[in-house]
């Protein structure tokens, strides 16, 4: 690196122009080789040299060697300091939007006019990606959109002259690269002023839309047009519900359901190649790419259901309507793999974003998806699999009788001999995914649950499906915690098969130990390490080394771990876990309440001990909810509100009463709730004087009785 600076400092004169710009190329992909925390001071050096030798940008010529390299290495430089290059862009912006409104003195002639202008300046060229000035003009491109990607709200300044400068490049004809990254660019601009303006992004949007939408129509280029796609996808997410109007939901419904139809011609146009007499290995070769282009085009399409999906749910379905048919025909067994696996994710889709309104379409895919669990390709039995999850967990009880037919099948996709196979794995993992969800969300018509669980112990555990993996650990935990006799065992004869499970998760990192489930895991792990239960001396080893390998406080200090967005998610997970809120004004109320006089820090670690933390996001707004046993506190403003559920109190009054009502799985829990008003002090003030000494007197009354 020395000596490469050396050159670039130095070499300035112009028969070295070359030299220098493959200098600077060379430092900065040695940059984004080492990392950011390695050559910061390097990229910064650079940088400053272009503003010490102020070099004569506005003078370099689109044939100038050197332009191409440093807009390359700008490029580079910008993925490597990240939001730090922001600094740098009044040096860079100018030479790079010059670059990149290059416009080539060319003109499209019909194939048969060859009446050219007798001009010594004209020649007539076929134009490809090398034409003197448009690869220089794709480079340029490429960095702004590389500005905007990195920068973000950063890169506002500029985002205006940018969006003008790319919505006509999504139709230049001389350059399919520079089409590319002008769809590329529309997200990260509306990302840049979104986190500003939510107001001018949507201004700006409908700028972009209608030219957005124009191009997808008429481009020809498969590439491109995936591109196309997959930036509108983008671009739908990002803004939301504002994106799209009726009617504009109505056009574009019909934009797809044209590509749909073109999908299909061009597939019966292949079968009947087949069968033509000049049909030979080199027509099948052409058509096996042909067909990967057509399977490229159909998955980005379904991106953009993917995201109308997410953004609207039911709401959009009474334009999906019009779409249906042509998923109906693509899941039939006779397509091919590639259209099956399209149609099977967009109902996938449906089922996970509208819920029971998907049921609507199940004459169309429920047959079909059961069929797919014993399909002989992987890729089909996975998208089969995720999608009787999906019903498990979103589709309520309108699918439950599905569901539990569904499980035999699942079983048997499970249990084949050769299901952990690399080929089969992930889709053996998003079956028992698929069964966990089922058994915890929708198991009204499953029988012989707890035997069940027996062989759905069996499975685990899993390492491969990342994304499946939480909901399957997730599940475990809430056995475990309920004392589920069938994963305990009898005398706790199973823990050990747990630990294992546990332990090889961490060791594999399919959970990581920070993660809100494996903290959950760690937190079981430590109960039974200090439980005084009689473990193989191999479960005691493993817990030894669990704790030994991760550094963890004792009792398991909180840890921050996931952001959620979706009010659904936060309702379930109250349902699920029992949460307290805890900020600084409930802590306030707990010291108040606390004549021990402990200090907040005591007060923190005795919650500590008992808790797991994750963030949760509403509204802008951010709580902190941490699982105690039964209680939840509620922040509204400056309001804090203890929440227990209605049924679990209900069972408390009744235990004041009646102590032996409850089964002893509720009185541990109700003696739990006791112990925490106790140590806090809170019953006088949150529970009214009928009941406020009902948890002491309570708790006098089960120390006699047992």
């Given at each position: ?571 379930q997970s109250l349902q699920l876990v029992p949460y307290i809120l805890l900020s600084e004004r409930s802590l306030q109320i707990l010291k108040k309440c606390d004549k021990a006089n402990d200090t907040k820090n005591d007060i923190i670690q005795h919650i500590i001990e008992r808790m797991q933390v994750i963030e949760i996001t509403v509204d802008e707004k951010r709580l902190k909810y941490c699982s105690i046993d039964g209680i939840s506190y509620k922040s509204s403003d400056d309001t804090y509100i203890l929440q227990i559920n209605k049924e679990l109190f209900e069972d408390c009054i009744n235990a004041f009463n009646q102590p ?47």
């Open positions: 690196m020395p000596q490469l600076k050396y050159l670039f400092e130095n070499v300035i004169t112009p028969d070295y122009r070359i030299l220098r710009g493959k200098t600077i190329e060379c430092i900065s992909l040695i940059g984004l080789a080492v990392g950011k925390e390695k050559c910061i001071n390097d990229c910064n050096e650079i940088m400053q040299e272009f503003v010490k030798t102020q070099v004569d940008f506005e003078n370099l010529g689109y044939n100038d060697p050197q332009i191409s390299y440093f807009i390359g290495a700008w490029t580079r430089i910008c993925q490597i300091l990240g939001k730090d290059f922001e600094q740098y862009l009044p040096i860079v912006m100018g030479p790079v939007l010059k670059v990149a409104t290059f416009q080539p003195e060319l003109t499209v002639l019909a194939d048969n006019d060859t009446d050219v202008e007798e001009d010594d300046n004209w020649e007539e060229l076929n134009v490809d990606d090398q034409t003197t000035g448009l690869e220089e003009k794709a480079s340029a491109c490429s960095m702004l959109v590389c500005c905007a990607k990195e920068l973000k709200e950063g890169f506002v300044n500029y985002v205006e002259e940018t969006t003008k400068l790319m919505i006509p490049l999504l139709r230049f004809n001389f350059h399919k690269g520079i089409r590319t990254v002008a769809a590329e660019s529309l997200p990260y601009l509306l990302d840049c002023v979104k986190l500003r303006d939510n107001d001018y992004a949507c201004q700006l949007w409908q700028y972009m839309n209608k030219e957005l939408f124009k191009a997808i129509e008429i481009e020809s280029d498969h590439e491109v047009l995936g591109e196309l796609f997959l930036s509108l996808s983008k671009c739908i997410e990002i803004l939301g519900v504002l994106s799209l109007t009726g009617n504009e939901l109505k056009e574009l419904t019909i934009i797809l359901d044209n590509h749909l139809k073109k999908h299909f011609e061009r597939s019966n146009e292949r079968a009947e190649k087949r069968h033509d007499e000049d049909y030979d290995e080199e027509t099948e070769e052409e058509m096996v790419e042909e067909d990967a282009c057509d399977a490229y085009i159909l998955t980005r399409l379904s991106n953009i259901i993917h995201s109308l999906l997410i953004t609207y749910k039911d709401s959009y379905l009474v334009y999906f309507d019009t779409l249906v048919p042509h998923f109906n025909a693509l899941i039939q067994p006779t397509r091919s793999i590639s259209d099956r696996q399209c149609a099977l994710c967009i109902f996938d889709d449906v089922i996970q974003f509208t819920g029971a309104y998907s049921h609507r379409y199940s004459q169309f895919f429920l047959a079909r998806m059961a069929e797919s669990l014993a399909d002989s390709s992987p890729e089909i039995r996975q998208a089969a699999a995720y999608g009787f999850g999906v019903m498990g967990r979103n589709g309520g009880p309108v699918y439950a009788h599905a569901c539990a037919e569904a499980l035999p099948l699942l079983f048997t996709l499970i249990s084949v001999s050769d299901s952990r196979s690399t080929e089969n794995n992930t889709a053996t993992e998003n079956a028992i995914s698929a069964v966990t969800k089922i058994f915890k969300y929708n198991n009204s018509y499953v029988d012989n649950l707890d035997k069940l669980h027996q062989v759905w112990f069996s499975w685990l555990p899993i390492h491969e499906d990342t994304e499946e993996i939480p909901y399957v650990y997730d599940y475990l935990c809430d056995l475990i915690e309920s004392n589920n006799p069938i994963i305990i065992g009898q005398n706790n004869s199973n823990l050990c098969n747990v630990i294992n499970v546990f332990t090889d998760a961490f060791a594999k990192s399919s959970i990581e130990v920070n993660s809100v489930i494996g903290q959950r895991m760690m937190l079981i792990l430590q109960q039974i390490q200090t439980a005084n239960i009689n473990l193989p001396l191999t479960s005691t080893s493993l817990l030894q080394n669990i704790f030994s390998t991760h550094i963890v406080p004792p009792r398991l200090a909180p840890t921050v771990d996931q952001v959620y967005r979706n009010n659904d998610l936060i309702n032996m009502v409850l089964n002893k799985a509720k009185l541990r829990l109700v003696i739990s709730i006791c112990h925490e008003f106790i140590h806090h002090k809170i019953h006088k003030y949150l529970l009214n004087d009928k009941w406020s000494k009902a948890p002491i007197a309570f708790l006098k009354g089960q120390a006699e009785l047992w």
